[in-house]
């Protein structure tokens, strides 16, 4: 008897227990991030017309993706409309405008997370497909997989009326001349071993993270790797948890950068880990990874990183990332230097 009210008394203090934290999951205002790629962005390199038209189409994404979130629309979406605002311009390295194989080919890898189930899609190596975040979607919403590549992602897309292109959609003759010259610097050096990565060179990976008014986040990124890549090479981008990642208990994290050490690093879930594990605000936490561990590592480029609260970073090692932001506070604001 003095056993089963012991239970009880057990039983019932377990069923009155408040969760743990539940404080801490209110959610912030809608809020957008993105990024158009980091790397040697220098401001000597630019004409003010070059300027402008970043500014103009990172502009575009955000009102794009933000008008989703406006109308009462998911985090998903609204990370799948910027990012095929930026997929679509060839002045980023996504879709239209990526970068070239070393076999003269366009190469795309993208991925999206869904933060509220941990949901997550990504393709890689596709070479037909327009928009390649909404191939990713749909990896995520219509199979039971998470990870597709090459030919059966391009059939996979297809069946589920994803819209294909003829890969010469993808040409862009700067891109091009890009690839020349990076073979040519590789003739030169009469490179033995393969060699993809130019210190000169920039990145142009595009992302987004968003914050809907259910306050589920989501993280999305789309790329065409690095130029020159050769063997099937696939970047962080499609890699859950190196390049992509969301999840509503911490943060939703796009990165950009040289891609293999961002795949080492697992920087996206590092960042996500140190606020999780660690309590770190996404700013310290993105700071330690991406200011102090990758270029620690030999590695560079930068991540935009955005939690349940609308707290947001926009971190980069390199002397540039395009990026900007929109939430109900601020508006919409558009960078591309340090300051
Ligand atoms: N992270 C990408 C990759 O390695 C490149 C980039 O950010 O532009 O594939």
């Not at 986040?217 to 790797?225: I, M, Q, R, V």
Request: aromatic letters at 8%; proline letters at 3%; charged letters at 20%.
């Amino acid at each position: 008897m003095k056993h089963l009210s012991l239970i009880l008394i057990v039983f019932v203090m377990a069923c009155s227990a408040k969760p743990e934290k539940a404080e801490e999951l209110k959610s912030g205002p809608i809020t957008l991030v993105i990024h158009g790629g980091a790397g040697t962005i220098r401001k000597a390199n630019m004409t003010p017309e070059k300027e402008a038209a970043y500014h103009a189409a990172l502009q575009q994404a955000l009102d794009s993706g933000y008008a989703v979130l406006k109308r009462g629309g998911k985090s998903t979406d609204a990370v799948i409309a910027a990012i095929k605002i930026l997929e679509d311009s060839p002045l980023f390295n996504a879709g239209k405008g990526a970068v070239f194989t070393n076999e003269e080919k366009n190469e795309l890898d993208a991925a999206i997370m869904d933060g509220s189930n941990l949901m997550a899609g990504s393709v890689a190596g596709v070479t037909t497909i327009k928009n390649p975040i909404t191939a990713a979607y749909a990896v995520m919403t219509k199979s039971e997989h998470v990870m597709m590549v090459g030919k059966g992602a391009e059939q996979f897309a297809q069946l589920n009326g994803i819209e294909i292109v003829d890969p010469s959609y993808f040409f862009d003759s700067a891109r091009y001349k890009a690839l020349l010259k990076a073979k040519q610097s590789e003739k030169d050096k009469a490179a033995m071993l393969y060699d993809p990565y130019t210190k000169d060179s920039k990145f142009g990976t595009v992302g987004a993270v968003a914050l809907d008014q259910y306050g589920n986040l989501a993280a999305g990124t789309s790329t065409g790797g690095m130029t020159n890549k050769r063997f099937g090479r696939v970047g962080d981008a499609p890699i859950i948890g190196a390049g992509t990642y969301a999840n509503n208990q911490t943060c939703a994290i796009s990165a950009t950068g040289w891609g293999e050490y961002f795949i080492r690093l697992n920087v996206a879930h590092d960042v996500a880990a140190l606020k999780g594990y660690a309590g770190l605000t996404v700013q310290q936490a993105a700071d330690s990874v991406v200011m102090k561990k990758l270029p620690a590592l030999g590695g560079d480029g930068g991540i935009i990183a955005l939690d349940r609260q609308g707290n947001f970073a926009l971190t980069f090692c390199t002397e540039g990332m395009y990026r900007g932001y929109v939430n109900e506070k601020e508006g919409a604001k558009t960078f591309i230097y340090k300051d």
